[in-house]
């Protein structure tokens, strides 16, 4: 199949204005059940038409005894019934014009020969019929822009840039998962099954391309066309990032992926090589994948290795600047324009050094101050600003002792209030560093001081920003944007 | 001071019967308001007597003008007054036999020369008179065993086997918080200031002789009696972890650190080799400084490098089984005995190897007995369980789905009660996690399916067991345990 019939079926997977699921019941646990009860629990506006010869109406909907039953014209098919009915079943979206098929289906390749020879009949008749199907022994696929969700966990994952393509289905719902805690936003997913038809490669190619997904999350057992990959990846990377983990890399490993996905896994030498001379950022975990690709959606990416510290006490900058060491990044000495304009702000024994130490003073105006003293300051490309959020649990820990001393309780409104007014303090600050980050194109990161107090990714007027947990998380997100701005500078 | 007399004060230190604060006062943000209201506010059982000049009452404490006022003895003094008051206020606590004083006042050796005088003049006066101080310039220090947490950030820290040092306070106080949302137990902290009488080597010492304290973690940035650091750690290696994250590895983070602390850093290969030779388990960060230790303030410590894994699904072991390679542990392949009995529990087709994937099977007795299997597998030493826990979220968002689904929420009753019986399940897995920990000796580790869904730390009726958000944290900490195992074998 072309390029151009190809991407004009997966618009029709991605983007469908009407969806049929074949094997659609009401019996919880069951795919069918997970399926229909994801579409329409996540508000789906497109037509959903269930398909079950025993039931009637399934979670409010009218269901058709079979495909062809079905009235109207359908864009894309979920398959959830037994792998031997999948012949049929595509010649009947054949005869309906239904070009885009997710085979959640098992009992395939991954069972043995007569799996494979099954797998191989419905490959044929597909690409006969000018089907595309993503699968089979997929765990679903996702597409936020268009509201579909289609996975086999229940989720409610969020609008945004983040595209995810995983060769493992349970690392991807997982992944989705983990994106909806850290308030980072999907464009599109697709978990690739067994790749009997449509291979990650294709799916690479058609993400790339399209301008809902920012950055893209691959996570990868093995590659049947590694050269075919190259091809495909290497115009991606030039417009938009890509990230992988490729899982397999040490010997035990690639055994457990011969076990997983049957893909032979490769050597990690060679994968290594390939991402190195395409431009793919290279993690070595999922949370890292998600961190880095997430954070890649939103921010800029910098010019340089240069960062500017501040921070509210000395041990925390000396472990910023031994992560940032490590990582290749420079921690310039601050320029005395800096110096002489914070000597009005802080105390004599100010430490005069970047990492600016802002030795525990709380005022927030100084805290915005030095902000735009480090965003606009030419010797720097990228900002970290440590411990100024995430205070909020200290400010309820400090009502509590208060109650405790005081042996009553303070009303709500006031808790509420004091909370409120420390968390407008966060607020003004992620809203400064989202106006500077856009008028400076430089990424400004903020390490929260509680780990658990505020979100991953922050949604402002301005635009998003990114807080972490920890320093290190921080320091190497900007290492990697900082590798791929020096990718992007060699070409 | 001989070290029974050092151990003696140091017990009055972090074991008083009571305390006076000099500088405590009733304006918020003050330090010795921070302190009162943190003592006050955590329910400590001893007396607190406040002393202020100007104030009759605070907090609900009757004010002692000066220190020389108050009736009682004293065992432990706080001080927050200006430097300069110093010398005077130490002479007051010989006069009444105050042996272990907390100076929290800065304005010494780190604000220059002057300070250093003032700084060996406090020192000769204590030393001369029998007292141990710590600090100054310490950001404050706790006991939970004794309910006493007299830090400068509002946090109420929980109770467990887990001592801090931290050379830098505001770094301290910040993995305090962490612990309390990772539901990590606290034993002792001190935060060590300037070290200008008490050395970090004191405390080690002292920590290591504690019966409350299990693992130690210790932040530093210099020492500056190597021996004597090689020296009392080597013994208390023996018996508990110690655990260190080095500020200042790097040359940059070295001049940060000179700015931060006055130390000189002294090189990595330096503390690398000290480290090593003395059984010291070094991090690389302040989140895995607390993780590590933490974990091993609870968990018993393999006898070896065998890992046996469990898996909802492929990717998820494929994964793990790298990180246990890149981390020189073993994934052995599975025996037969264990093979034959899953054969009849698993769909023919399951993958009979180690990582055993349960191919999302539900079936809590089904988790629970492959638990067993592995935990009574002779040949492995650790077990890493993954996803079986951390399912709260998802069953969440599928009620959540049904709801939007019918139009109409269900009764916050129906709600509870299906996350109750999810709860129910995984707390019985996490039991049966400890029952099995406790009689194999092996350490058995969760890593959780949604991220934010279990704590760090779970404490069931058979002991504490440690849940990952990602199986990378789950190996590290095994990986350092064991190489913990190797440097005891090696004795």
Redesign the interface.
């Known amino acids: 199949m072309n390029k151009k019939d190809l991407f004009a079926n997966l618009d029709k997977m991605f983007f469908p204005k009407s969806v049929a699921i074949v094997g659609s019941t009401d019996i919880p ?1 069951k795919w069918g059940f997970l399926i229909t ?2 579409i ?4 789906y506006k497109g037509k959903v038409y269930p398909v079950n010869s025993t039931k009637k109406n399934i ?2 909907c009218p269901v058709y005894p079979d495909l062809k039953d079905v009235p109207d014209g359908v864009d894309l098919a979920f398959v959830t019934i037994p792998a031997k009915a999948l012949p049929e079943t595509l010649k009947t979206c054949i005869a309906k014009n239904i070009r885009a098929v997710v085979i959640i289906s098992s009992g395939f390749s ?3 020969q007569e799996g494979k020879l099954l797998e191989k009949e419905i490959v044929d008749i597909a690409t006969q019929g000018g089907i595309t199907f993503i699968g089979p022994n997929t765990m679903g696929i996702a597409s936020m822009h268009n509201d579909l969700v289609s996975v086999g ?4 994952p969020l609008k945004g840039g983040l595209g995810i393509i ?7 719902t ?1 992944i989705i ?2 994106s909806i ?2 308030n980072i936003g999907l464009g599109i997913y697709a978990g690739t099954g067994n790749e009997a038809q449509l291979k990650t490669n294709d799916l690479l190619s058609y993400f790339g391309s399209r301008h809902e997904v920012s950055a893209i999350a691959l ?1 990868i ?1 093995g590659i049947s066309d590694g050269k075919g990959f190259m091809e495909s990846v290497k115009h991606i990377t030039k417009v938009k990032p890509v990230i992988a ?1 490729k ?7 690639s ?3 011969k ?3 049957g893909s032979m896994a490769g050597s990690a030498e060679i994968y290594n090589s390939m991402f190195k001379q395409t431009g793919v950022i290279q993690v ?4 890292e994948l998600l961190y880095v690709a997430g954070a890649m959606s939103v921010l800029p990416v910098p010019k340089g290795n240069r960062i500017g510290i501040m921070s ?8 910023t ?6 990582a290749d990044l420079k ?1 310039p000495s601050l320029s005395e324009h800096i110096i002489e304009d914070l000597n009005k702000w802080l105390p004599s ?1 100010w ?1 005069k ?1 970047n ?1 600016i ?1 802002l030795v ?1 003073e ?1 005022n927030p105006e100084l805290h915005i101050h030095t902000l735009n003293l480090l965003a606009n300051w030419d010797e720097v490309d990228s900002v970290i600003a440590l ?1 100024t959020v995430g205070q909020v ?3 309820r ?2 009502l ?3 109650e ?4 009553k309780k303070f009303s709500p409104e006031i808790v509420e209030s004091v909370l409120k007014a420390r968390s407008d303090v966060e607020l003004n600050f992620f809203k400064e560093m989202a106006r500077l980050q856009k008028e400076t194109k430089k990424p400004i990161l903020a390490v929260s ?4 107090d505020t979100d991953f990714m922050v949604n402002t007027e301005h635009g998003n920003v990114i807080t972490l ?4 998380e921080a320091v190497n997100i900007i290492k990697h944007m900082v590798r791929y701005r020096n990718y992007i500078d060699s070409l």
């Not at 329409?40 to 508000?43: E, Q, S, T």
């Not at 899982?247 to 490993?253: I, N, P, V, Y």
């Not at 600047?321 to 490590?326: N, R």
Request: proline share 7%; charged share 15%; glycine share 18%.
């Open positions: 646990g009860s994801n329409l629990g996540n508000a979670m409010g991954e069972t043995g966990t229940p989720v409610h995983s060769q493992s289905g349970n690392l991807g997982q998962q983990w805690s850290k996570y057992e983990l899982g397999g890399r040490t010997s035990t490993g055994q457990a992926v076990s997983h996905t070595d975990n999922p949370s509210l006490g000395g041990g925390w900058g000396v472990i600047v031994d992560e940032c060491e490590m921690v024994f430490n050094a990492p130490d525990g709380p411990g649990a200290f400010y820990t400090g509590e002792n208060q405790r001393i005081m042996g001081l509680a780990q658990e947990p920890t320093p290190e």
